[in-house]
């Protein structure tokens, strides 16, 4: 799956640590959501949505392997 | 959830150490302090019994306050571990039994092998999500 997670961070400003903060999770698991390593949980993806105000498939995008 | 995190993993620590420690004593009690009273053995027994038990929740409770990836990590690493506790321990057993060792198979080999494995799956599985 990719996304674009660190492109939205860069445009807010906010470090890995700030948003593993707001989302409620390591910085370890955000560094792997955006290198591709690890694909969120459902709840997770609409904390992130919801932080961003975008919809899940603004910032998730799917693809099969 | 850092916060969170500390606190149980200090608790996980100190119940850890503490089940290491009433161990020992349990251990070495009998022989060395109290001169083979049964009592004071039982006794001696049921508390590390008791705080191993109490050391198994703070482990869960640590486990639980993970998130999803480190989750994973753990789950993974755990599988590999419990897989590869059953298959050395049976096949050091089978070595015992069929005398292709001239030692006996002490189970601590077995509690010391499953520690190190875990820790370095944990670490290369670790390394593989950074």
Redesign the interface.
């Known amino acids: 799956m990719k996304n674009r997670l660190k492109v939205l961070r860069a445009e807010n400003n906010y470090t890995q640590e700030d948003l593993a ?1 707001y989302i ?3 910085r ?2 955000i ?2 959501i955006e290198k591709g ?2 694909d ?2 459902l709840p ?1 993806a609409f904390r992130i949505s919801k932080l961003f105000k975008l919809s899940i498939e603004d910032i998730f995008q799917f693809e099969e392997n | ?1 850092k916060k969170e995190r500390r606190k149980n993993l200090t608790q996980l620590a100190a119940w850890t150490w503490s089940w290491v420690a009433t161990l020992a004593i349990a251990t070495f009690g009998p022989k060395f302090i109290w001169d083979d009273h049964i009592l004071l053995t039982v006794l001696a027994v049921t508390v590390n019994f008791t705080n191993g038990i109490l050391m198994i929740i703070a482990n869960r409770k640590f486990f639980n306050n993970l ?4 989750r ?1 990590i753990h789950l993974e690493s755990l599988a590999l571990t419990l897989g590869l506790a059953v298959v050395v321990g049976l096949t050091y057993s089978l070595l015992d039994v069929t005398d292709l060792i001239t030692f006996d198979a002490e189970i601590s080999n077995l509690v010391m092998f499953i520690g190190l494995a875990y820790g370095i799956i944990l670490t290369v599985n ?1 390394r ?3």
Do not use: C
């Not at chain 2, 998130?67 to 480190?70: S, W, Y």
């Open positions: 903060e409620g999770v390591s370890q698991t560094n792997a390593k690890f969120p949980s997770t | 959830m998130d999803e990836l480190e994973k670790t593989r999500y950074s």
